[in-house]
């Protein structure tokens, strides 16, 4: 296919609308979205992407309905500890950038625990992106830099970030048809090639990722050098 991008991130929009389309509950896109979600992690790491980010619960999110929340927190909790041994038997590395502390503590506790059991894979690393915002990212991080009390760098401060070890994404792809990254990674993906598309989520499929990285393929990146 070409030149793949080291670390691909996406946002996954769409879920609510294509449940709503189909006249089916708000619940059934989510499980719709999650089912995709796994099934696109694994097509991910064949294409030969190291490690991919997925925007999986903003802060804003968690604004939401407690209906609509305790409904994600079961998929959480149905999902997780299965797809944790499977991320494990893959050599994927499951990491979860994000402030957990604004879960239920039965569920904050499911997602450490999947990143203790996945911990040591070699193939990639898949971030799921929950209690995530780019901005509070951003001020957790000055704020340790302020307790630390000392000016950084670029470097430094990107070790104070959810994200710290992993490259900045190459390629950043919207789902839903909507054109803004919504408080995604803004200092991670200052670089980022931008991809958008209409699908919805749960339908974005694997080829539809192939036409994203056909996409990456195509553009030059100069990093304003040239």
Sequence with gaps: MGNIPRHVAVIMDGNRRWAK?????????HRAGMNRMIALSEHVFDC????????ALSTENLSRSEEELEGLFRLFRTYFPENAETLKRRG???????????LP???????????????????????????YGGRQDILQAVNRAVEGGKKLGEEEFSSLLYT??????????????????????LWQAAYAELYFTEKLFPDFSDEEFDKALAAYAARDRRYGKR
């Design 21 to 29: 389309r189909r006249l089916l509950p708000g619940a059934a896109g």
């Design 48 to 55: 030969g992407v190291e490690y991919c980010t997925l925007f």
């Design 92 to 102: 994927i590395t499951l990491r979860v950038p994000g402030d957990l502390s604004l």
């Design 105 to 131: 503590p039965d569920v904050a506790e499911i997602i450490r625990a999947g990143e203790a059991t996945t911990a040591g894979g070699t193939r990639g690393t898949l971030a799921l992106a929950i209690g």
């Design 164 to 185: 710290a070890g992993m490259p900045e994404p190459d390629l950043l792809i919207r789902t839903g048809n909507e054109l803004r990254i919504s408080n995604f990674l």
